[in-house]
């Protein structure tokens, strides 16, 4: 599922310090620009300060970055330059392409969706409403991953690693990356999310080695031909409580499929099942390795020590301190 916190876009870098800075959001001289951008459809009104302006006088958080991102994706120009001077105007034959953009950003759409892309683990990726915003507290998962596969016997193998509920194709396709002799297979039961998944395995040239399966979590794994079995599950599963979902920001609770966020009544009904399913496809000394919401760490834990296969269970923190990824060793032989 990932954090549920503001969303991102791929310009995710701190922008230079602009003028319109100083002082502090307070400095803006803020005040309702939606009347003046109506009256006057002017290339001029296109401007770093004034669509800051617009963005801040609609409760918009993060309005600096937005403004920028925004401006740059509709203009072809790059967002410093829009930073450094706030009163450059965009080319006359992209405000149409602005304002349109602005009135969905407005309209509490997640940036990232806007623009059609997310920066994840460095790398662009395409999104659509189809697929969950990769966040970036998910890297702490592939973090994981990599410290005990690079720390382990198999560092220097060929792996077989399972992502389910790949969504995007962000975990699969970053341990891809990092793992250039793995083999991994991104499972969806989304066929929009299977779409997108693929797009972006074809963008990164990685078609030889991710494949993307439509089916239910660990279902199709009862017909692909993974040698015997595999030596990384990973996941992000849906968490947040069914009852927790509504009261979401707009930006979530509005626009991400509510299938990559809702985890059933405890927001765990996913995570019993991959942990239940999972010894059977894990090979010995494999490992099971999922993403958690606040507060979730000890109850997945405690599947994990009552479902037989597994070893001792251990947690990882996020950047932010909060236990963020479940993490378990496979013990025994797999079945798959």
């Not at 251990?314 to 060793?329: L, S």
Request: glycine content about 12%; overall charge negative.
């Amino acid at each position: 599922m990932g954090d549920i916190g503001k969303d991102g876009a791929k310009c995710v870098q701190n922008p230079p310090t602009s003028p319109l800075q100083k002082g502090g959001t307070g400095g803006f001289g803020v005040r309702s620009a939606r009347s003046e951008v109506r009256k006057q459809p002017t290339p001029h009104v296109f401007t770093y300060r004034r669509v800051v302006e617009r963005l801040v006088d609609n409760g918009m958080e993060g309005a600096l970055l937005d403004a920028a991102c925004l401006m740059e994706a509709a203009s072809g120009l790059p967002r410093w330059q829009f930073i450094l001077d706030p009163e450059q105007s965009i080319p006359s034959d992209r405000s149409y392409l602005l304002e349109s953009m602005l009135s969905r950003r407005e309209a509490r759409e997640p940036i990232a969706y806007i623009l059609g892309v997310k920066e994840f683990w460095s790398l662009p990726l395409t999104v659509g409403h189809d697929v969950l915003i990769p966040r970036p507290e998910t890297e702490t998962l592939v973090e994981a991953v990599l410290e005990k596969v690079r720390s382990g016997p198999a560092s220097q193998l060929a792996l077989t690693i399972v992502d389910l509920g790949t969504g995007c194709g962000a975990i699969a396709l970053a341990l891809a990356v990092e793992m250039p002799h793995a083999l991994v297979y991104a499972i969806d039961r989304s066929l929009g999310a299977c779409r997108i998944a693929r797009r972006n395995i074809e963008a990164l040239g990685l078609t030889s080695r991710v494949h993307c399966v439509q089916g239910d979590l660990l279902e199709p794994l009862r017909t692909i031909d993974a040698g015997g079995g595999c030596d990384l599950i990973v996941s992000n599963p849906p968490y947040i409580p069914s009852g927790a979902c509504g009261a979401l920001s707009p930006e979530i609770a509005a626009y991400e499929p509510v299938e990559a966020i809702d985890g059933g009544p405890d927001g765990l009904r996913y995570h019993r099942r991959i942990i239940e399913e999972a010894p059977a496809y894990l090979r010995e000394g494999g490992w099971l390795t999922l993403e958690v919401g606040d507060g979730q760490a000890p109850d997945v834990m405690e599947l994990v020590r009552k479902t037989e296969g597994f070893g001792p269970a251990g947690v990882r923190q996020d950047v932010a301190g909060r236990d963020r990824v479940v993490f378990a060793p496979r013990r025994g032989r797999a079945h798959g």
